[in-house]
């Protein structure tokens, strides 16, 4: 059998997720649809500047839930955080943007 072509760029071909892809998560059912919620949303508004897009998430997630949330928003990055349990979440969206998201206090 012979080996065919692949056809021009075929090998170079990435799968972009557009919906939320959660990796890791030990959240109850209803906050970990909010606060995904609240990630995209903040992430499809602030899509130029991950710093402020963090801050929104970490602000609305400490008026609805209590304080002490963290959240991290960026791409290529590695974490190991001490948290609560039942409080961390961990999502890809449009692709390679990573969203950590954790309350210790």
Known sequence: MEDQP???GEADKKIVHVYPLVKFSDMNDDVRAE???LSITACEKYAQNYEIAAKTIKELMDKK????WHVVVG?????EVSYETK???YLFFGGN???VLWKCS
């Not at 791409?75 to 974490?79: D, Q, R, S, T, W």
């Open 75 to 79: 791409e290529g990055f590695g974490y």
């Open 97 to 99: 943007l990573a969203i």
């Open 35 to 37: 606060a995904i919620e």
């Open 87 to 89: 409080n961390i979440l």
């Open 65 to 68: 839930f209590g304080t002490f």
């Open 6 to 8: 692949k056809a021009e």
